[in-house]
């Protein structure tokens, strides 16, 4: 059974910083493309980063680069999300998604709230 697991969330002042972890079971990440999703109130999910199987190119959404950093650890099975300078516009509900062909498989989903 395939399982993504998040962690990290929480609420935080503008400017900080957390680390979201995704720890994945029944499957191995370094077969996949790992990508994490955040989705506000009101919106839709959007894409925020994604680091790829095998180069480990990244991506960011035009909005976080700069300040968020995507990396995986195979040897733990676990993808990360780090993230720095928060902005209020950042809360959301946050996702990581793995992604391979035909196969793709989402966690529960973490929440990041950031205020004052």
């Known amino acids: 059974q395939v399982q993504l697991v998040e962690s990290g969330g929480g609420l935080v002042q503008p400017g900080g910083s957390l680390r979201l972890s995704c720890a994945a079971s029944?499957?191995?990440?370094?077969?996949?493309?790992m990508k994490w999703y955040r989705q506000a109130p009101g919106k839709e999910r959007e894409l925020v980063a994604r680091?790829?199987?095998?180069?480990?190119?990244?991506n960011y959404l035009d909005s976080v680069k700069g300040r968020f950093t995507i990396s995986r650890d195979n040897t733990k099975n676990t993808a990360y999300l780090q993230m720095n300078s928060l902005k209020p516009e950042d809360t959301a509900v946050y996702y990581c998604?793995?992604?391979?062909?035909?196969?793709?498989?989402w966690g529960q989903g973490t929440q990041v709230t950031v205020s004052s």
């Open positions: 998604n793995a992604d391979w062909s035909l196969f793709s498989y």
């Open positions: 680091i790829s199987s095998t180069s480990g190119t990244t």
């Open positions: 029944g499957l191995i990440i370094s077969n996949y493309a």
